[in-house]
Every structure is written in structure tokens, then in C-alpha cells.
């Protein structure tokens, strides 16, 4: 015979210990809402101001790379080719591009070619200066350069020796100027063709001193130009002194 079995009871849950109620489970949802929506927050004000830092770097960078090339060029100039002087222009003679070679065989006045170790890579129409103890002649190139010949445009006025050294003198011209929309820009123009150096610009000056640190406006006694130049926005400045090639 099987044994009785207990009576069932049944539980009774106190009150308040019925489990989650739709309520809580809304003000749960809304408070994660709102932790995950001030973690967002948070990241993305970081990432505003990573991206601010890093522009702010980039435009750091790119000022720095500009002005060494502007510094570059304005240190091979010599004061007799600085044709512009002026607080928001230069314009002067330089070798960009280094082209050099040397007169191989002596030339009479009166000639038009010059026969030169190697005249590749120089363009018609380009002014050339040919070097020989304390004398330069500046001359103009009516063709293209050859493997061992440079033809002018004009005779040559006096003798050349051999051994005289022969290098381009490019046109360069740095100068600010605005564009369609007011931004000012400072560009950099070589031989006529024009390029931007820096294209959102607050300020780019230019000045002029002698070898006494006092200024000039004359090319005669220039020795020193400083170029000092301001980045709109962010305010990113920097000024240079550079030396003229003596």
C-alpha cells in the first residue's frame, strides 16, 4: 500500500517581492540611455579635440616645410638680383632647381654658344650666369640645352676662360594675395608659373636689413630679409631670418 502523500501548500509571495515591474524596467532602460549617451558625449568630444590637434599639427608642419623651401631660395639669392622689395612681395634670382655645370673649351666675345661638361635639363629661354674669378655674365639660353652645348641668344661680350662655372638663375617671387572669397594666400611663383605655399594665411610680411641691423630699401646694402608669417585661425606663427648669399 502506497503512502499518503503530504498535503500541497501553495506560497504566497509577500508583498512588494512580485518580481521586476514594467515601470523599473523603463527607468533601468532610461538611465542607460542616458550613461551611454554621456559616454558618447565624452568620446566625441575627444575625438573633436584629437581632430583639432592634429590639424593644428598638420598646419605646424606644413608652415615649417614651406619656409625652408622659402628660406632655401631666398639664401641663394645675392642682393644684386633682388629685383622687388617690398612688405608683402620679394621677387630675386636663385638656382632652384641646382642646376650647375662648367665652360669646357674658351670662348671669344662674340660668340653665341658656350661648350659646357653637360647641358642637359636646361630649358629655352631660361637666364643662365657664367662665373669666373670675380666676374659674372648673365646670359639667356635660345634653345634648349645638349649634352655638352649651351647656344645663347645674344653674342658674348668678353672672353671666357675654361673651367668658368655655369648655373640657372631662376626668376622666384613670393607675394600674399587674396582670393574669390577674401582668404589670403601666399604664394610662391617661379619663372611665371605660380603655385600656393600657404593658402589660409593672417599675415605675411617681409623686411629688409643691412650687415648693422638696420633697414633697408635698396638691394645695395641688403644683407639679411626677414620673413615673419601668421596662419589664420589657430593663430600658428613663425619668423625667419635668412641670410643673402654673400
Known amino acids: 500500500m502506497l503512502p499518503a502523500r503530504p ?3 501553495v506560497l504566497h509571495s509577500k508583498k512588494g517581492e512580485c518580481g521586476t515591474t514594467l515601470m523599473e524596467l523603463l527607468m ?10 554621456a559616454a558618447w558625449q565624452t568620446l566625441s568630444f575627444f575625438q ?13 608642419q606644413d608652415l615649417r616645410l614651406g619656409l625652408e623651401v622659402l ?12 629685383s ?7 621677387e630675386f634670382g636663385a638656382n632652384v632647381n641646382g642646376l650647375v655645370t662648367t665652360v669646357t673649351a674658351p670662348v671669344a666675345s662674340g660668340a653665341t654658344s658656350l ?7 636646361w630649358a629655352e629661354r631660361k637666364t643662365i650666369v657664367v662665373s669666373w674669378n670675380d666676374h659674372n655674365e648673365v646670359m639667356t639660353l635660345s634653345r634648349d640645352g645638349q649634352r655638352t652645348l649651351l647656344t645663347l641668344t645674344q653674342p658674348i661680350a668678353i672672353s671666357i676662360p675654361t673651367g668658368a662655372s655655369v648655373s640657372i638663375r631662376n626668376r622666384v617671387r613670393y607675394y600674399s594675395k587674396q582670393d574669390d572669397q ?9 619663372d611665371g608659373g605660380a603655385s600656393v605655399l600657404f ?24 644683407k639679411r630679409v626677414v620673413v615673419d608669417v601668421i596662419l589664420r585661425g589657430m593663430g600658428t606663427r613663425a619668423v625667419r631670418g635668412i641670410s643673402l648669399k654673400s
Open 7 to 9: 498535503p500541497l501548500r
Open 28 to 37: 533601468a532602460t532610461a538611465a542607460g540611455f542616458i550613461i551611454l549617451s
Open 48 to 60: 573633436r579635440q584629437f581632430a583639432l590637434q592634429q590639424a593644428a599639427l598638420s598646419r605646424q
Open 71 to 82: 628660406e632655401q631660395e631666398i639664401h641663394q639669392a645675392e642682393a644684386d638680383s633682388v
Open 84 to 90: 622687388v622689395m617690398g612688405p608683402d612681395e620679394i
Open 115 to 121: 661648350r659646357v661638361d653637360d647641358g642637359r635639363g
Open 182 to 190: 577674401g582668404n589670403k594666400r601666399l604664394l610662391r611663383m617661379v
Open 199 to 222: 593658402a589660409d594665411v593672417q599675415a605675411a610680411k617681409f623686411s629688409y636689413w643691412d650687415e648693422d641691423g638696420r633697414t633697408v630699401n635698396q638691394p645695395g646694402r641688403l
